[in-house]
């Protein structure tokens, strides 16, 4: 092997090696993928020796060492080029907390400082047998209440703790039992398994619009996923690959339209999905009826992400059911609506779930709705 093609084979191993290491140092949780990556370097050179060895007998050792080393240095300048698109990105990003894609690199980055308790859910590690001089109220929900993107002393419930503890002799405890995504069949879970056992006084489900999907999700659109998920779980040029990527397909309708996929399913109220929902809703309703616990309901509505929504008419239908049930309902639309848009109420520029000026405002209507309740 000639100098020229052992020059090139040490360029592309140190530059790999290097590459390698910035990536996994600038990820303190990927320590242990160091082995994984010393075995890529080996497996590359010897990938290298092995075309060498075959290529040479059939193109000759010159056309073979100009063909592998020009690839070698194709693929360097790559690898350079990608690895400084991606710290670029990430240095000007660096304010991204979260985006509405849990599984992208900021929201990776960001649910490394998210703390669970012995039951799941992002809330302290409480008693689970109530003091007698405390009032308890248990949150259900998915990332509304969960504080996707925000702090949890910034979010709602804990911010309605933090009010109604300043403005009462009474002492109040406001615990969280939100995840992401959640549904009303999973947060029945939630109410069955964990809250029930802890005794609260009150219950306040946060509502929105996918609730209503339940567990049928098989025909809900969706791009086609390009970008396997650690790659843009673990990069951001990939995040913005597969972002560009989804778009592209929305826009060539090569995805599906997911409001379409709500109005075919839930425009009549007697469709089968309609009745399979309220029937749900009504299992959720009835087991806090037997647990002799209160229920109240928060809604958000679908149009605080996107104005020209025609899905409002699922919260208007929840008011109908809460009026039917003798229900206390909050509509959040009079507080979140005037904020449409702007990114300053946001989690993040990329991320429009609620941010902490929205939940102090969300956290104020609710007290204001129901605090004659949890004062009695």
Not at 216 to 225: A, G, L, S, Y
Not at 242 to 247: M, N
Not at 363 to 371: E, L, P, T, V
């Amino acid at each position: 092997m000639s100098h020229r093609a052992l020059i090139s084979i040490t360029i592309l191993f140190f530059t790999s090696a290097f590459i390698i290491l910035l990536i996994v140092f600038s990820d303190k949780s990927m320590p242990s993928d160091l082995w994984e990556c010393s075995m890529i370097l080996y497996i590359i050179g010897l990938h290298y020796l092995v075309f060498w060895l075959l290529f040479s007998r059939v193109l000759g050792t010159q056309r073979t060492e100009s063909i592998l080393v020009n690839t070698l240095l194709t693929m360097t300048v790559t690898l350079i080029i990608v690895i400084g698109a991606e710290f670029a990105l990430r240095y000007i990003f660096r304010d991204v907390t979260t985006t509405s894609d849990n599984l992208s690199y900021f929201s990776s980055k960001w649910n490394k400082s998210v703390h669970y308790n012995r039951w799941g859910f992002r809330e302290r590690d409480f008693d689970p047998i109530k003091p007698t001089d405390v009032y308890r109220i248990a949150v259900i929900g998915d990332s509304l209440a969960f504080g996707q993107g925000i702090s949890e002393r910034d979010r709602f419930s804990d911010l309605l703790e933090e009010k109604l503890n300043g403005k009462s002799n009474r002492k109040f405890q406001v615990l969280n039992f939100s995840l992401p995504g959640a549904n009303t069949p999973e947060e029945i879970g939630f109410l069955t398994q964990s809250v029930l056992s802890n005794k609260p006084d009150f219950i306040l489900l946060e509502w929105y619009i996918n609730d209503v999907v339940g567990d049928d999700t098989k025909n809900m659109p969706h791009p086609i996923t390009i970008i396997p998920q650690e790659l843009r779980h673990n990069f951001v040029l990939f995040y913005f690959a597969h972002r560009v990527l989804s778009e592209v397909q929305i826009l060539l309708g090569l995805a599906g339209n997911n409001e379409q996929y709500y109005l075919d399913r839930f425009r009549d109220p007697n469709s089968t999905a309609s009745l399979k929902a309220v029937d749900t809703m009504n299992l959720f309703l009835e087991n806090c009826r037997k647990a002799n616990i209160p229920l109240g309901i928060a809604l958000f509505s679908e149009s605080y992400f996107d104005r020209s929504t025609k899905l409002d008419f699922l919260l208007e239908r929840m008011l109908d059911y809460c009026k039917e049930q003798g229900l206390r309902c909050v509509d959040t639309r009079s507080v979140l609506l005037p904020m449409q848009g702007d990114h300053k109420f946001w989690a993040s520029r990329f991320d429009p779930h609620p941010g902490a000026i929205a939940n102090h405002l969300v956290a104020d209507q609710i007290r204001q709705a129901f605090g004659d309740l949890w004062s009695r």
